[in-house]
C-alpha cells in the first residue's frame, strides 16, 4: 500500500508527502472519505493533488493513498444515453448514493456492471489480432452498433472468444501475445483521457466532407468538415448555447458527444427534456439514442471540470475508432481554462496573460488538435472523424482575450456572435461580416452532394443546378458586405436620399437577413433546414435582387417593389411545412408580380 | 491585560503570527480542519466567526467575519472542529437576523436540531426539473417579453439611482402563478444595503402583509463587509429549507451583489492572489456560481426556488465584472437604463439588451396565451427598428425619415410609453399585457409584421386593429 498524508490544504488544491514513486497524473484518494485527485506537480518529496471534490473538513495529517493508475475513461457500450459527471460518473448513480444533492466521496463506475450485452464476434479463433481490430460487435442503440476494439497495446493470437450476453467486466476473448503471455479482453477498455488514442500509422485524412447542420448561415456561409474544429466566442446572451444545441440536435453526425462544462445545470436539465423527445431527421429515432453528455455544472468542483473536457474527447474518439462521425460540443472552453488558471494560480505558478500561465496556448492546441478525419488503427479498415465545436465565452463579450485568442489559432472555423443581432432577436447572431471558415471552399461541393442524403427525388434536378451554387453564395456575401456600407451611409442622411440601386442593395439585404440568415430554433419547421432548403431559399432570393435590378433599371421606382404582397412572402416562407415546394411557388409568384409591374408602366423587361 | 475567556469552554488557542486586514496568520495547530469555523476574541471582548482559508504543517490562514479594527496579535481563537452550520426550522418565517444568522427582531435564536452547511451541495443536474411554471409578476415588460418561470435565477442590473428596490418589491408583492392561489414565501438578503432601502423593503413587506412569509437578512452599509461572503449562503439555505423540505414555492431577492463581490475583492488582496480583471479574483465566476446556482426544482422535492439578485452596475457598465459573470451564470438578465428614467418611465426596463432564458418554456397555449412567443418577438424586432429611426431622427430630422421609418419611430414612442410604462401598484394580468401589446402594434399595418405567424395576425391583429368591429 502507497499511504502518504496531507500537509497542507488550500480549496480544491492537496499537497501531500511520503510516497516516493508518485507520478504525474497518478489518481490518489484523499482523506478517509477517498476524494478522488490527481497528482499534477512533484517538488522534492512532496505532490500537489487537484482534487474533484470539495475538501471542507480535510486536515493536515490525513492519508492519501496512491492508486497506481491514471485518470481513465472506461470505454464500452452503455456510454449512449447516458450522462456523466465530469470524472465520468453516471448521474443517475449519484442520485441513488445520495439524492438530488451531490454528497462527496461516492464511487460510482462509469459503465454499468450489472447489465448483459448481447456479444457478437466477428473474427474466429486462431486468427492474429492486433490493437484496434474489431472483434466482435453489440447492438447499443436501435441505430448504433457497438465495435468491440482489441485495446491498442494488445497483439497476438485469439485463442478464445466467446459468444451471447455478457456484462462488460467478463471475459469475451483470450489472446496470446508473442511472449506467449494470455491477456483476456472484456467489452470494455480503459484510456488514460489526457493521451490522444492512436490511429492508423499516416492515418490523417483531409477534411472534404462538410458537417451538415441545418443551420442555413453555417452550412451555407461558413461551413465546418467534418473531423474539423469550428469557435464559437460571443458574450452572454448571444446564443452560444443554444446555437450549440442546435448542432447537437441536426447535424449529421453518428455519435454526438455534448461536455457542459462549467455552464447552468438548467441546461443540461433542458437538453435531457428535450433530445429524448426529439426526433433524428435522418435516422427518425430520438436524439438522445446517440448522444453521450458530460455535465460539469458551473457550481460542481472546478477541478473536474478541467477533467470534463478530457473525458468528453477520449469518448469521442473510441467512437470515432469504431468508424463513426463524431461531433463533440463544449460548452463552454472558457470555463475550462479558468479551471486551468485557477489550478495554475493555487500552485502559484507565474502568469502571462490575464493570470493565465504560459501553457494555456499548448493546452488548448493539443485539445482541438484531438479532432480530425482518420483512418482507425486496426483490422478492417474504416475511416471516422472527430469534429469539435467549442464555446468560447469571453469576459466583457471583448474577442481581444486570450482564450479567444488562442482558440482561434487551433480552429478553422470561427463563428462570430454579435450582441447588436442578439438584441434585435436575430438568431442565430452569426455575424456575417466577421466570421470565416477555412473549409468553406474545399467542402461546398460536397455541401450539394449531399442533397440527396435527404430527399432522393430532388436528386437529378439539383445536379443541374449545383454549379450555380457558388456563384449564388457568392453574390449574396458580395450583396451583405456592399449593404453594409450602404447602411452606414443611409445612417447619416437617411434611406430616403439614397439612389435606388443602393436601396435594392438594403432591400435584399434586409431579404437575406429576415429570410435566409435568421432561423428560429424553436420553429418546428424553421429549425432544420435541409441542404436543398437552404439552397433554394437563396436561389429565391438573389434570382429575385437580379430581377428587381432590372426592373428599376427601366425607372419603375423600387418603393412600388418594396409594396409588392411577394416581399413579406420571401420573409416567410421558410416557416412553410411545404419546405421546397413552398419555396418554388413563391419564386413563380415573385416574377409574376415582378411582370405585372411592369406591364402597369408599359416597358418591357427580360426576367 | 488580555483576553477574558473564563466564558469560553473547550480548546482555545492564543497568539497570532500576522495580521492582516481580516486576515489572520497562524502557526501550525493539530487537527484543525479545512473550511472550519473559528471563534475569535481579540482584547476588546468582542466575538467575531472567522473561517479557515488555508491549513498546512507551516501555517493557518483564517478569515474573520466582522470588525477588523481591535484585532492584534493578543487574540484568542477557539475552533468549533466543524464547517459553517446553522440550524433551520419553519419558525425562520416572520423573522429577521443580522448577516450572521443572529436574531435583531428581538426574539430569540432559532433551535434546531437540524442543521445545515451554508455552502449548500451542488444539484446534481439530472435531478433537476426544466423550470416551465410562468409567474405572473403584473409587468407588462417583464410578463409579456421577459417571462420570469418557477425555479429560474434572474437577476436585475441596475445603476445607482434607478429603481430597481421599487422593482423587485412590486415584483415581490404581486407574483403569482397563473391558476395557483398559494403564495410565494420570500427570503430577502441585504447585503451592504443602507438602512432606508432595507427599511423600504421590510415597510412593502409588511405592508403586502408578505412579512408573515418573510425571512429577511440583512447586513447593512454599516455592518462588516466580509460578513457579506456569508449572508447570501445563509439566506439560500435557508430557502433551500424551505423550498425542497417544506415544499414552499421560494422567492429569494439578494441585493445588492455588486456589495459582495467587492467584499470577495477584499478577501482576495488580503491573500495577495493574482487579481484578475478589474482587480476581482479569477474564482469569481464560480464562487458567483456556487450562489447563483442554487436555484430551481428538483425531482422528487415539492417546492421551489426562483431567485432575484439585483445588482448596480459600476459606472453603468454592463461589461464590468460584476455583471458580466453574473450574466454568464443567470438565466437571463433585466436591465434598468437611465435614460428611460429619465423619462420618466417606470418600470425603467431596457428590453432589448434584457433576456429571460427560460422564457419559451414557460409560455404559450396552455401556459400564456398562443400569441405569446410571436407577439414577444415582433416588439421586440419593432421596438429595435424604431430605436434605429429614433437615431436617424437626431441626425436627419423627423421629416428626413421615409414613411416607414417614421411609422417604427411612432411605435416605438407608443411602446415605451403605453406598454413598458405602468404604475407601481398597478398589476396586469397576462391577458391585459398581450392585448395591450396587440394594440401597440397595430400601429404598424400588417406586412410589417413579418414575425408573427399569419393565423395569429388573422386572430388577433385585426381586432385590436378596428376595436369597434
Known amino acids: 500500500m502507497r499511504e502518504g498524508e496531507v500537509i497542507r490544504i488550500a480549496g480544491t488544491l492537496v499537497v501531500g508527502t511520503g510516497i516516493p514513486d508518485i507520478t504525474i497524473g497518478e489518481v490518489v484518494e484523499v482523506g478517509s472519505e477517498g476524494l478522488i485527485g490527481e497528482v499534477i506537480r512533484i517538488i522534492e518529496d512532496t505532490f500537489a493533488v487537484q482534487v474533484y471534490e470539495p475538501t471542507s473538513g480535510l486536515k493536515p495529517g490525513d492519508p492519501i493513498k496512491g492508486t497506481g493508475k491514471r485518470l481513465v475513461a472506461e470505454l464500452g457500450p452503455g456510454l449512449l444515453e447516458n450522462i456523466f459527471d465530469g470524472v465520468g460518473r453516471p448521474l443517475e448513480d449519484l442520485i441513488k448514493a445520495s439524492g438530488p444533492f451531490i454528497k462527496r466521496g461516492i464511487k460510482a463506475y462509469t459503465l454499468p456492471r450489472d447489465k448483459k450485452w448481447e456479444f457478437k464476434p466477428t473474427v474466429k479463433e486462431g486468427e492474429y489480432v492486433s490493437g484496434g481490430d474489431i472483434i466482435g460487435e453489440v447492438q447499443e442503440t436501435v441505430n448504433t452498433v457497438h465495435k468491440i476494439m482489441v485495446p491498442p497495446d494488445v497483439s497476438g493470437k485469439l485463442i478464445e472468444i466467446a459468444e451471447g450476453e455478457y456484462t462488460v467486466t467478463d471475459v469475451i476473448a483470450k489472446v496470446e501475445t508473442e511472449e506467449g503471455v494470455i491477456k483476456e479482453l472484456t467489452m470494455m477498455q480503459e484510456w488514460p483521457v489526457r493521451v490522444a488514442r492512436p490511429i492508423a500509422p499516416g492515418g490523417r485524412l483531409s477534411l472534404d466532407t462538410p458537417l451538415i447542420t441545418g443551420q442555413r448561415v453555417i452550412d451555407v456561409f461558413f461551413p465546418v468538415a467534418k473531423g474539423g474544429a469550428a469557435a464559437i466566442p460571443g458574450g452572454f446572451g448571444t446564443g452560444k448555447t443554444i446555437t450549440l444545441h442546435q448542432l447537437a440536435k441536426w447535424s449529421d453526425a453518428d455519435i454526438v458527444v455534448y461536455i457542459g462544462c462549467g455552464e447552468r445545470g438548467n441546461e443540461m436539465a433542458e437538453v435531457l427534456t428535450d433530445f429524448p423527445e426529439l426526433k433524428d431527421p435522418r435516422t427518425g429515432r430520438p436524439l438522445m439514442e446517440r448522444t453521450v453528455l458530460i455535465a460539469n455544472t458551473s457550481n460542481m468542483p472546478v477541478s473536474a471540470r478541467e477533467a470534463s473536457v478530457y473525458i468528453g474527447i477520449t469518448i469521442a474518439e473510441y467512437y470515432r475508432d469504431m468508424g463513426y462521425d463524431v461531433s463533440l460540443m463544449a460548452d463552454s472552453t472558457s470555463r475550462w481554462a479558468e479551471a486551468i488558471r485557477e489550478i495554475s494560480g493555487r500552485l502559484g505558478e507565474m502568469p502571462v496573460e490575464r493570470g493565465f500561465p504560459a501553457y494555456l496556448p499548448d493546452k488548448i492546441a493539443e485539445f482541438y488538435e484531438r479532432a480530425g478525419r482518420v483512418k482507425a488503427l486496426g483490422k478492417p479498415e474504416r475511416v471516422g472523424s472527430v469534429t469539435i465545436v467549442g464555446a468560447v465565452s469571453p469576459p466583457g463579450g471583448d474577442f481581444n482575450e486570450p482564450v479567444t485568442i488562442h482558440t482561434l489559432r487551433f480552429t478553422g472555423v470561427f463563428w462570430a456572435l454579435d450582441p447588436d443581432l442578439a438584441y434585435s432577436r436575430h438568431f442565430p447572431a452569426i455575424n456575417w461580416l466577421k466570421s470565416y471558415s477555412l473549409y468553406a471552399n474545399q467542402i461546398l461541393g460536397g455541401f450539394v452532394g449531399s442533397f440527396s442524403m435527404y430527399r432522393q427525388e430532388l436528386f437529378n434536378w439539383w445536379k443541374s443546378v449545383q454549379s450555380d451554387f457558388n456563384v449564388y453564395r457568392d453574390k449574396a456575401m458580395e450583396i451583405l458586405t456592399t449593404a453594409a456600407e450602404v447602411e452606414s451611409i443611409a445612417r447619416i442622411i437617411g434611406e430616403k436620399s439614397l439612389p435606388d440601386d443602393q436601396r435594392l442593395l438594403l432591400l435584399t439585404s434586409e431579404l437575406l437577413k429576415e429570410g435566409f440568415l435568421r432561423q428560429n430554433a424553436f420553429d418546428e419547421v424553421d429549425t432544420f433546414s435541409e441542404p436543398e432548403k437552404s439552397a433554394l431559399l437563396l436561389k429565391l432570393i438573389i434570382d429575385f435582387h437580379h430581377m428587381v435590378e432590372k426592373v428599376i433599371k427601366k425607372r419603375i421606382p423600387i418603393d412600388r417593389v418594396i409594396d409588392l404582397p411577394v416581399v413579406a412572402k420571401i420573409k416567410r416562407v421558410k416557416f412553410d411545412p411545404r419546405r421546397v415546394e413552398a419555396i418554388l411557388e413563391v419564386a413563380q409568384e415573385a416574377r409574376e408580380e415582378l411582370l405585372k409591374l411592369a406591364e402597369e408602366y408599359r416597358v418591357e423587361v427580360e426576367i | ?469
Not at chain 2, 403584473?138 to 429560474?152: C, Y
Not at chain 2, 432595507?198 to 429577511?216: N, P, T, Y
Not at chain 2, 453603468?316 to 428614467?341: A, C, F, M, N, V
Open chain 2, 1 to 469: 491585560m488580555g483576553v477574558d475567556v473564563r466564558d469560553v469552554s473547550g480548546l482555545i488557542y492564543r497568539g497570532i503570527r500576522e495580521v492582516k486586514g481580516s486576515i489572520l496568520v497562524l502557526d501550525p495547530i493539530p487537527n484543525v480542519l479545512y473550511d472550519e469555523v473559528v471563534r475569535v476574541r481579540a482584547p476588546d471582548g468582542i466575538d467575531r466567526l472567522g473561517r479557515v482559508l488555508e491549513v498546512s504543517k507551516d501555517y493557518i490562514i483564517i478569515q474573520v467575519f466582522g470588525e477588523e479594527s481591535g484585532l492584534q496579535t493578543d487574540t484568542v481563537i477557539k475552533f468549533t472542529g466543524s464547517t459553517f452550520e446553522i440550524p433551520v426550522s419553519d419558525d425562520v418565517l416572520g423573522r429577521m437576523f443580522n448577516g450572521r444568522f443572529e436574531p435583531i427582531d428581538g426574539m430569540g435564536p432559532i433551535a434546531s436540531r437540524d442543521k445545515r452547511d451554508i455552502n449548500g451541495e451542488p444539484i446534481n443536474p439530472k435531478a433537476r426539473i426544466h423550470p416551465n411554471n410562468f409567474i405572473q409578476t403584473g409587468i407588462s415588460a417583464i410578463d409579456g417579453m421577459l417571462s420570469l418561470v418557477r425555479g429560474q435565477k434572474l437577476p436585475i442590473f441596475s445603476e445607482s439611482g434607478l429603481p430597481h428596490n421599487r422593482v423587485a418589491a412590486q415584483i415581490a408583492r404581486q407574483a403569482t402563478v397563473l391558476g395557483e392561489e398559494e403564495e410565494f414565501a420570500l427570503v430577502f438578503a441585504a447585503m451592504g444595503l443602507k438602512n432606508d432601502e432595507a427599511r423600504f423593503f421590510i415597510d412593502s413587506f409588511k405592508l403586502s402583509g408578505a412579512i408573515e412569509r418573510s425571512v429577511v437578512i440583512l447586513n447593512l452599509a454599516d455592518d462588516p463587509a466580509i460578513e457579506r461572503l456569508v449572508t447570501p449562503r445563509i439566506a439560500l439555505t435557508i430557502a433551500e429549507y424551505l423550498a425542497f423540505e417544506l415544499g414552499y414555492h421560494v422567492l429569494a431577492i439578494l441585493t445588492d451583489m455588486t456589495n459582495y463581490c467587492e467584499a470577495l475583492r477584499e478577501v482576495s488582496a488580503a491573500r495577495e492572489e493574482i487579481p484578475g480583471r478589474g482587480g476581482y479574483p479569477g474564482y469569481m465566476y464560480s464562487d458567483l456560481a456556487t450562489i447563483y446556482e442554487r436555484a430551481g426544482i428538483v425531482r422528487g422535492k415539492p417546492g421551489s426556488l426562483t431567485q432575484m439578485p439585483i445588482l448596480t452596475m459600476p459606472a453603468g457598465d454592463k461589461r464590468h465584472p460584476i455583471p458580466d459573470l453574473t450574466g454568464y451564470i443567470t438565466e437571463g438578465q433585466i436591465i434598468l437604463s437611465r435614460d428611460l428614467d429619465s423619462r420618466g418611465i417606470y418600470p425603467p426596463i431596457n428590453v432589448l439588451p434584457s433576456l429571460s432564458r427560460l422564457m419559451r418554456s414557460g409560455i404559450g397555449p396552455d401556459k400564456t396565451r398562443d400569441d405569446h412567443k410571436d407577439v414577444a418577438d415582433q416588439l421586440y424586432d419593432a421596438y429595435s427598428r424604431g430605436l434605429k429611426a429614433r437615431d436617424l431622427a437626431r441626425i436627419v430630422g423627423e421629416m428626413g425619415l421615409s414613411d416607414r421609418e417614421r411609422l417604427f419611430l411612432k411605435f416605438a414612442d407608443v411602446f415605451e410609453r403605453k406598454f413598458v410604462n405602468q404604475g407601481e401598484y398597478e398589476n396586469r394580468s397576462i391577458d391585459e399585457t398581450l392585448d395591450l401589446a396587440w394594440e401597440v402594434l397595430s400601429i404598424l399595418p400588417p406586412e410589417e409584421l413579418v414575425r408573427v405567424k399569419e393565423e395569429t395576425l388573422e386572430k388577433y391583429y385585426y381586432k385590436a386593429k378596428h376595436p369597434e368591429a
